[in-house]
């Protein structure tokens, strides 16, 4: 099983890599890079606490584990 804290650092690493492809699609989208800024924070903000209920939820089931 996944400790909580493996879980976290595992969001966060990939809400980082998000943020950055997020950013630059917003920007690219709108010519705004504050408004791609908001757009980013917004999308990893909701994407991170997805991710870690997503992660907490799938270390509960034991299918498919050796």
Known sequence: MET????LAKAIGWQMLGLVVM???GAALTGSVA????LAVLNAGLG???YIAYERLWSRVRWGRA
């Open 4 to 7: 909580r804290r493996r879980t």
């Open 35 to 38: 408004l791609g800024g908001t």
């Open 23 to 25: 950013l630059t699609v």
């Open 48 to 50: 991170f606490l997805s």
